[in-house]
């Protein structure tokens, strides 16, 4: 989209004067600065038209499963398949087959992985493969190959392949010679991870497809998609479900015990595992509508999902350097407009429509030559101005009237609203009592009949005053019922260890990301992208550079996935299982990280083209291969953006909002490692959802940013306001100091909340741990004497002694003894 280029700067603005005086009131300051950007050649951004979901397309989760260095590994695989399949059908493709011959075959290779010669079981471990990636020998379009995908896999799952690929995959995780021997190498290559990649590939492309929702899926595939998503979150295989095997892999990892692991594979099949069994975005609005109705609730105010979804961007606020370029604009076209004063007639550019329209000049003196701002915030044009001037709607105000998210109230809120008030007007306080409303003036009562309208009680509230009751009045409240459901067993499965797992996500998240230099004690997460032998000319050395750029991209999508999904889970299973991992992840460093990852032209990372579409599976294996050039490698693709850059951006973005909501002391964390400025850039991507996490992190530290931020950043204040849901007597765009946020407590918030996580896992999970005063104790005599109690040897042989010495000859006063 290029903007029209004019020939002289205020030449072709003094010419239109006519033009402009015919215009509406509002419309004239537009046309200003439309004709301002027209005559300096400036481009409107456009939005990106990205849909967040849980997943990209099917196919693009399977083509990034494979890194481009595994190419020829395709008809490796295919061989291994033919080869076997000859011996056994001579005259027939694999697509001729009658269903049973179908299964025979598989049993007959899922038998064949059951030997001991390890040469032979991985030649059967990729026929397997190649059925998984669906025949594509025999298979004339991508569609048709992703169908003999679909068919091949739920085959596979029938006959049970998955739970011998589980303990095959042990074995090797297992293997200490192949440890020792990766350890021991000083460069690790493709080759190492022959056998754990080829089983990776399998499991997770059944994941994948089976998790895959088909409307023309047969009753039986549909029966067997649930019972796979039961075993996947059931602790079935040694005793854990999947997942927590998956993080013990990737700890190995991170420790150095195991620096051949394909950790790309690992982290995808995790991410996916999870997705799986705990479900995604869509399914835990389900579950957070169907928890709220158990506890008795209010439904919620909005639905979330569709409110992000139909949000328009806003445009972002001019840098530093583009507002210093604006004032040299400005002071030149001033000085050409005094040199031609005499040329103009009364419509002037200044003094005729400064009554008109006063705000025009404040929206230029902020930031508006900024070629990526189309337009300003409507609350900055209109809403804000009394009276309101009537005029037609415009296409260009991007919202609709009326605020996008219903306001909330916490129950603190009002209690804190009525405290100061009882104090001020009255001069004592009555507690956490929120009716008595006595000797308030009449305004006092409507603000509180206004606020517990808006009151919100979130399911985490609840859980935290029942923890409370539990460990208060153990006795009286009984024992807790605790549903066994995937997110309760993953919670138990890893809990002994989350703070190792925590850790090595974040490592390798660093390692990952596009701001990290490489250092010599940093691990090394390209194991499973690096061939055998390093390229010699400059077309293989451009290629090997995109793939290891889209490696580090994927990884730090499974992560930030993995992580988002945790933290959504656990907090709607148990606030304490949240805050026990969101603890572990600020621990562990990850605050400063994120802004890390976002200290980079974030713009030049979500448009990457770090993608070549004709080597991308199942494209590279249906259709001939044409020459890559470096030209064409160059180019990339002609995406506006890269889809899984910015899902990734997203995420991370939501992962800080969750560790630093209603947490002062995380909070002053953004604070104190000056994230104001690295978000503010963030805001330059043109995409809503981003935006309001970004809006949302500055909204919450605007008060501890001072009043010249507050006032050079009025733009982004106008896009919180308009965007960001509203607490009603929140006051983050004034500065005032919050009763919470002393600085002396933050020590104690974070102390406070470890003991309260520490009370409740010790209370919920270790048993060993209960207290034998709450021991029920049994008072009858007669069901104690007939207890069987087992005497130890020694003393059986010494009970002579033993009567002699404590009975017969200690005198026993049997009077005392009856009274």
């Not at 950007?37 to 481009?43: A, I, P, T, V």
């Not at 590994?73 to 295919?78: K, R, W, Y």
């Not at 089983?199 to 067997?224: C, F, G, H, K």
């Not at 439904?299 to 530093?320: G, Y």
Request: net charge negative; charged share 25%.
């Amino acid at each position: 989209m290029d903007g029209g280029g004019g020939g002289g700067g205020s030449g072709g603005l003094i010419g239109n004067n006519k033009q402009r005086a015919m215009l509406p009131n509002k419309s004239r300051g537009e046309f200003v600065r439309n004709q301002r950007k027209d005559s300096e050649g400036l481009s409107e951004s456009p939005d990106l038209e990205f849909e967040y979901a849980d997943t990209d397309k099917w196919a693009a989760e399977l083509s990034e499963l494979y890194s481009y260095t595994e190419g020829p590994e395709f008809h490796l695989n295919m061989k291994c398949f033919t080869e076997d399949f000859r011996t056994h059908v001579k005259d027939k493709k694999w697509t001729e087959l009658s269903a049973p011959e179908h299964r025979a075959h598989a049993m007959r290779l899922l038998d064949g992985l059951d030997v001991t010669a390890r040469e032979k079981r991985l030649k059967v471990a990729r026929a397997i493969l190649y059925m998984a990636q669906g025949t594509f020998g025999d298979c004339e379009s991508e569609a048709e190959v992703q169908q003999w995908m679909r068919y091949n896999i739920f085959l596979l799952l029938e006959v049970g392949t998955f739970s011998a690929l589980v303990e095959l995959l042990n074995m090797e995780i297992d293997n200490s010679a192949a440890c020792t021997s990766a350890v021991r190498k000083p460069a690790i290559s493709l080759a190492d991870s022959t056998d754990l990649r080829v089983l990776l590939n399998i499991m997770y492309l059944m994941v994948e497809t089976v998790q895959q929702e088909d409307l023309s899926d047969s009753p039986e595939w549909r029966a067997a998609q649930d019972t796979f998503r039961t075993e996947l979150g059931s602790p079935l295989y040694n005793n854990e479900p999947i997942a927590v095997m998956l993080f013990g892999m990737v700890t190995k990892f991170c420790s150095g015990h195991a620096p051949h692991f394909p950790m790309k594979k690992v982290l995808l099949l995790l991410w996916k595992t999870i997705l799986f069994t705990l479900g995604g975005f869509e399914q835990l609005q389900h579950i957070k509508m169907r928890k709220r109705e158990e506890l008795g609730l209010p439904p919620l105010p909005e639905d979330s999902i569709r409110v992000v979804r139909s949000m328009r961007a806003a445009s972002p606020p001019a840098s530093a350097s583009d507002l210093i370029e604006q004032q040299q604009k400005r002071a030149r076209r001033e000085h050409k407009a005094l040199i031609k004063q005499d040329n103009l007639d009364a419509f002037n550019e200044k003094d005729p429509y400064k009554a008109d329209d006063p705000r025009e000049d404040e929206d230029d003196s902020d930031d508006n030559d900024n070629p990526l701002e189309p337009e300003t915030f409507p609350l900055e044009r209109d809403e804000v101005m009394p009276p309101p001037i009537p005029h037609p709607p415009c296409e260009r105000v991007s919202f609709p009237k009326g605020l996008p998210w219903a306001p909330k109230v916490r129950e603190k809120d009002i209690e804190h609203f009525l405290e100061s008030s009882r104090s001020k007007f009255i001069g004592y306080t009555l507690g956490s009592d929120t009716d008595t409303v006595v000797g308030l003036p009449r305004p006092i009562h409507e603000s509180i009949r206004t606020l517990k309208q808006h009151k919100y009680v979130s399911i985490a509230e609840i859980q935290i005053a029942k923890e409370e009751e539990y460990q208060k009045t153990p006795l009286s409240v009984g024992e807790e019922e605790v549903e066994l459901n995937s997110t309760e067993l993953l919670y138990q499965g890893i809990l002994p260890s989350l703070p190792q797992y925590m850790i090595a996500l974040l490592k390798i998240l660093l390692a990952a990301a596009p701001t990290s230099k490489a250092k010599t004690d940093s691990i090394n997460i390209l194991a499973d992208v690096l061939p055998e032998e390093m390229p010699t000319t400059v077309l293989q050395s451009m290629k090997l550079g995109v793939d290891v750029n889209r490696h580090k991209e994927i990884i730090v999508k499974a992560i930030s996935a993995i992580l988002l999904l945790l933290l959504k889970h656990f907090k709607l299973n148990h606030i304490y299982q949240f805050e026990y991992m969101a603890q572990h992840l600020v621990f562990a460093n990850c605050i400063p990280l994120i802004l890390k990852f976002f200290n980079q032209n974030i713009m030049s990372y979500i448009t990457a083209k770090n993608s070549i579409s004709v080597l991308d599976f199942p494209h590279c294996v249906v259709h001939e291969l044409p020459e890559l050039t470096a030209e064409s490698l160059e180019a990339g693709d002609n995406n506006q953006f890269c889809w899984r850059n910015l899902f990734s951006c997203i995420n991370l973005l939501r992962i800080l909002n969750k560790l630093t909501k209603w947490k002062h002391s995380r909070t002053m964390m953004l604070v104190v490692f000056k994230s104001a400025p690295i978000l503010k850039r963030a805001l330059k991507v043109k995409q809503a959802m981003m935006q309001l996490y970004v809006l949302k992190l500055l909204k919450v530290q605007t008060k501890y940013l001072g009043r010249q931020w507050r006032k050079s950043n009025m733009k982004t204040m106008s896009a919180i306001y308009q965007k960001v849901r509203h607490r009603l007597n929140d006051d983050w765009a004034y500065g005032n100091a919050d009763l919470d946020a002393r600085p002396w407590d933050f020590q104690a918030e974070e102390c406070a909340l470890r003991a309260n996580i520490e009370r409740f896992n010790g209370r919920r999970y270790d048993k060993s741990q209960s207290n034998p005063d709450f021991v029920p104790v049994d008072n009858c005599l007669q069901s104690v004497l007939g207890q069987r109690v087992e005497l130890p040897e020694d003393f059986q042989m010494n009970y002579d002694l033993w009567l002699e010495r404590e009975v017969f000859s200690k005198p026993i006063s049997w009077e005392e003894l009856l009274q």
